[in-house]
Structure formats: C-alpha cells, structure tokens
C-alpha cells in the first residue's frame, strides 16, 4: 500500500493470531455502535461483502456464512432420527434459527441471545441472514443468559446448538465454554438428544481452544466428535464438536446424509451434503494426534480465552 493511496485509512483489521492480522478494504460502514455487552458493526467489505463484526472480529459475512452455518446445524440435526424441539444459544443474526428452521420435523425453536441490540440491529440490516426466521410462529426468541436459562429451564432439548462469540476475555460468553457449562446442556437433553457447538480454529499452529474444548466435551459426554470446515472469511479451518450419549454422526454413510436431507431438509443446501458430511468429519492424522494429546480440561475457574 503507498502512502498517497486515498484509501489506506478504510480499511478494516481483523486479528487472527498474534502472527497474523489481515486488512480488508471498507466500501461503507452500515452501522457502528456498542451494546451493553460488545462493540457491534456492520461493513461492506471488498473482500467478502457486508460483514457482522463483534468486538472487532469478524462473526460471519455474506460470502461464506452459508458454510459456516450449514456446517454447525445440519450435522446434529440430521443425526438425530426426529428433532422436535431445538435450542440455540447466541446465533444473533438469525442464520443458525434459518438452518434449523429448514428442517420439517422442527416444531419448537428456542433461541436465547444476551444481546438484544445486536439481534435487533442484524434483523434490521442483514435480512438475507435471517430470512424472517425470527417471524417463524416455531421460533420462542428470549434475551438472556444462555446459561441461565437453561439452568432455570424444566424443558428437555432434541438438539440442543451453541453458536457464540469467541471467548474474550472481557466478553459475554466465556463461561459458556466450560465443563459446567456442558453438564448443564446434558442435563437438558432429551434420551437421544446431541449438541453441537463451534469450537473455535482449528488450524494445524492454532489448535489449543479447539483441542481444550474437544477434550472438555469428551469429559462430560460418552461420544464427542470433533470436525472441521473452512471459512474462507476466518482464513482457515473452523472447529465444531457434536456430543451425545448415544449418537455418533461418524456413523452416517454419506448416502444415509443425503436421504435425510432429501425427506427432511425444506430448502436447497449450498454447502453441506453426504460428501462434504463425510470429509469434515475426516480429521488429518496430525491434528487428530494434538487434540488427543490435550489434557485440558476447561472449568468456570480455569476458562479459556480467544486471542
């Protein structure tokens, strides 16, 4: 970039790691602004379109949210043999209620976010995230703490999704990572119920979240699987895990995945299909090796931190 370039001042940087940050050029800020709980803007960039930007790290973007979404929800969804009852935790521009909405058997969707303003704000300006999911007469809306709600809840889950923010220091959703945390969601799920959760990167070089998550999971529930798909707009591999006590989407043919989608799924999928099912759950042999590797268990006293 030159020094007399009009444009070096819009630019947006978004920290990765502490070895990379990556700029990406800004053609309008949408909306900027901070909630009661984190700094929330929305950009067009020229990298990857209008973009969600939470506490200066980029959520998800009109490129590729549809990989990032379809990856979280459809894996446990399909796993399960008939999935009624469905919460999600955080997923405050309405795309995780959109991939779960889209399944037929759906009957009640109970979304509990912290942050009021920003599912406000994404229903306002990132309409072709949320697709009037939040309309949905299926669809219970809540503003609260995840935790506790479900901690105050007598209902019992089918699947039970957690789509929040990284765990910042200083953030909304760092005790929602925690061993107790997930005894709290195994507690409320039904007999065959399974969750899933992003987990943070999982690049080879940045596997520690990702490998302390995984093993806190395994912790609290019988069959945890670890998996991976790669968001362009993240520059890398995503992390996810689903656990069960009794449910392992490893088990699935990707013939069996597509069946499923073919009978249950209301809508055609971009991304996920039997194929890509099978690939993620494919994990290298050098990653596989950390993550069995990682002793760390993650507690409300010893939680993890996002850089």
């Known amino acids: 970039m030159k020094d007399n370039d009009p444009d070096k001042h819009k630019r947006f940087s978004d920290y990765i790691s502490p070895d990379l940050t ?18 929330l803007e929305i950009i067009n960039t020229g990298s990857f379109g209008v973009c969600l930007v939470l506490d200066g790290k980029i959520q998800s973007s009109e490129m590729d949210e549809f990989i990032y979404h379809e990856a979280l929800v ?57 697709q009037k999911a939040f309309d949905d007469p299926r669809t219970e809306l809540h503003f609260a703490d995840a935790r506790k ?45 399974i969750m899933s959760v992003q987990s943070e990167p999982a ?12 093993g806190t999971l395994k912790n609290v529930f019988p ?17 996810y895990i689903t656990a069960s006590r009794n449910l392992d989407p490893f088990n699935l043919a990707p013939e069996e995945i597509d069946t499923r989608i073919s009978m249950r799924i209301s809508k055609k ?31 409300d006293k010893e939680p993890i931190s996002a850089y």
Request: charged content about 25%.
């Open 74 to 130: 459809h894996p446990a969804m399909l796993t399960h043999a008939e999935p009624e009852t469905v919460f999600i935790a955080g997923g405050g521009e309405g795309a995780t209620l959109r991939e779960v909405l889209a399944h037929t058997t759906v009957k009640k969707a109970v979304m509990v976010d912290i942050d009021e303003e920003v599912v406000n704000v994404c229903r306002r300006f990132l309409p072709a995230w949320h």
């Open 223 to 239: 069959i945890s699987r670890p998996y991976q798909a790669h968001i362009p707009a993240f520059f890398g591999l995503w992390g």
């Open 22 to 39: 990556v700029l990406h050029s800004i053609k309008e800020r949408i909306y900027s602004g901070r909630t009661n709980f984190q700094s």
């Open 203 to 214: 690049e080879w070089g940045n596997l520690d979240n990702f490998a302390a998550i995984a």
């Open 269 to 299: 999928l971009k991304s996920y299909d039997g194929l890509t099912h099978h690939a993620m759950f494919t994990i290298p042999k050098h990653i596989r090796e950390q993550l069995s590797a990682s002793t760390r268990i993650i507690t």
């Open 149 to 193: 709600y479900l901690e105050e809840s007598s209902d019992k889950f089918d699947v039970i999704i957690i789509d929040l923010v990284d765990p910042l220091e200083q953030g909304p959703a760092r005790l929602l990572y925690t061993r107790e945390f997930y005894e709290i969601v195994e507690q409320k799920l039904g007999n065959d119920g």
